[in-house]
């Protein structure tokens, strides 16, 4: 691997920038490996790298149907946070936040991590009631969660309108300081640059059609449409597609798929320095380096695949943008986008061995961007030593069995 | 937006409806299930990447359940499959 140092810069600006290597090889795909992950999206990745960092297991094929880091890792809001209301699921967050701070220096390549806090605005009393049990649960913890007043929040987000005459009066506000955004395109090529590095290979537009099973059911490898590829386990990381991959498994699963959607205004110049969320009208907005506002809201309250603009969640969305800030009414929308997010029955994650031997899963994140970094290195634990981590324990499916419900829910999203 | 045929109102706006998820058969009695069994019937869902059977519930208007088929990728509402009924409605 090529580092990237001022040093390295320098060097190869003297011969015009022409003796970079690609980022990661394209080998030619083996027939057999000692681990298959399904997706090359962030988690997918992160899982690779920790496998051959942590555990030393480096004989691994990341297959993908399309090309990195195309599935929900484009198709979020980089958003990166820890603010849960369940022990497990603050500690887990709050680990994935801490190794985004030092996600750069870690894989020599820079994610633009911007550590800016969210505010929540609080429109409504059983809201208030709601996050101020979330910030006494995060207390214990660590990672902060404090309630503010409406003034203190009208200072740390001037753009916002006057709120005198809004249809919800303001309560109060919530700041959550880790909160930080990151490109999410970089999040899935460092991981990639870093996992070919420690010589794991990265196979794109290699579409799963099939499971290969022995005698006994057990799964053995993958067909793919390059052929079949047999492996010693097969991992799912294909957010948003598992129910439909594991389903040619024959697994069903307690997830429900459904499109998030978000949409950015043309760029102007620095107006929002932190990210704003609105749960009770459902709204987030922020600002991006490029200086577009990325906006979003709630997801479709419907089954869906879609990964487009569903015509009723925008209304609501755009309603409650320009009440909150009528000045943004002057503003062209550049583009929108969906990604196709699953959550589990309970909305927790769900890292674990299923009923299918040699099969695992690493799913339900609804939006799980923010969560790439533990997700891997808790997924490549369950992989390598077939335990879970101790940070995940409690993120196996027979939570289900057991009726051992993490319920948790989004910030925007539970409405 | 989607517009919606209710068998007692008609074409309806989605605004008028509250989607309540894919279509479930009715709970098995868990006297006769093992735990496992009783737990996917709770939770599991098949989750389809394309037609599928869900229930509407015309909260604001008529307030009864109903089930259509639609497509989870185009969002298209059809007709079923040929010869195949909707999953019994939830009593």
């Not at chain 1, 309108?161 to 999040?187: F, K, S, T």
């Not at chain 1, 499109?259 to 205004?265: E, G, K, P």
Request: aromatic content about 8%; overall charge neutral.
């Amino acid at each position: 691997m090529q580092r990237f140092s001022f040093l390295s810069l320098a060097r190869n600006a003297l011969s015009h920038h022409e003796g970079w290597h690609r980022a990661w090889r394209s080998p030619p795909l083996r027939d057999t490996y000692d681990v298959v992950i399904v997706g090359a999206g962030g988690h997918g990745l992160s899982t690779a790298y920790h496998l051959a960092k942590e555990h030393g297991i480096t004989n691994v094929a990341v297959i993908e149907k399309s090309w990195l880091g195309g599935g929900n890792t484009a198709r979020n809001t980089h958003t990166i946070r820890a603010n849960f209301l369940r022990d497990v699921s603050i500690r887990f967050h709050d680990v994935s936040v801490k190794l985004y701070e030092q996600l750069s220096r870690e894989l020599n390549y820079n994610i633009l991590f911007s550590q800016r806090s969210m505010i929540d605005l609080i429109q409504s009393w059983g809201k208030l009631r709601d996050l101020r049990r979330r910030s006494l649960a995060m207390a214990l913890h660590g990672p902060a969660y404090d309630l503010i007043p409406v003034d203190e929040v009208r200072r740390r987000i001037p753009a916002m309108g006057d709120l005198a005459g809004v249809r919800l009066p303001p309560l109060a506000g919530m700041a959550h300081p880790e909160a930080a955004m990151a490109r999410h395109d970089a999040v899935a090529w460092s991981y990639a640059r870093a996992a070919d590095a420690r010589g794991v290979e990265i196979h794109q537009h290699t579409e799963v059609t099939g499971f290969l099973r022995d005698a006994h059911g057990r799964v053995i490898g993958v067909e793919t449409s390059r052929g079949t590829v047999r492996a010693g386990q097969v991992a799912l990381a294909t957010a948003g597609n598992t129910s439909h991959v594991a389903a040619k498994a024959g697994l069903s699963l307690p997830l429900v798929t459904r499109n998030l959607q978000a949409f950015v205004s043309e760029p102007v110049k620095p107006i929002i320095d932190v990210i704003v969320n609105c749960p009770d009208v459902g709204l987030y907005v922020m600002q991006s380096d490029k200086g577009e506002l990325v906006i979003g809201g709630g997801t479709d309250p419907i089954p869906s695949y879609r990964q487009g603009s569903h015509v009723a969640t925008f209304e609501d969305v755009v309603a409650s943008l320009v009440e909150l800030f009528p000045r943004f009414k002057a503003l062209r929308m550049l583009r929108q986008w969906g990604g196709a997010i699953e959550f589990a029955y309970d909305a927790s994650p769900i890292i674990s061995k299923t009923d299918v031997e040699g099969l695992l899963v690493s799913t339900g994140w609804y939006g799980g961007f923010k969560s790439i970094p533990v997700g891997g290195l808790t997924y490549a634990h369950l992989i390598a030593t077939g335990a879970p981590h101790p940070l995940a324990e409690a993120f196996g499916l027979d939570r289900f069995t057991g009726l051992r419900f993490l319920l948790e829910a989004g910030t925007v999203a539970q409405r | 937006m989607l517009q919606i045929s209710c068998p007692w109102c008609g074409l309806r706006p989605e605004g008028e409806f509250v989607c309540l998820g894919e279509a479930v058969p009715p709970r098995p009695d868990p006297a006769a299930l093992t735990a496992g069994e009783w737990a996917a019937s709770l939770a599991n869902r098949a989750n389809i990447r394309g037609l599928h059977a869900e229930r509407w519930w015309h909260v604001r208007s008529c307030g009864r359940i109903l089930t259509i088929w639609r497509d989870t990728v185009t969002h298209a509402i059809a007709p079923g499959p040929d010869g195949t009924a909707a999953p019994e409605a939830a009593p």
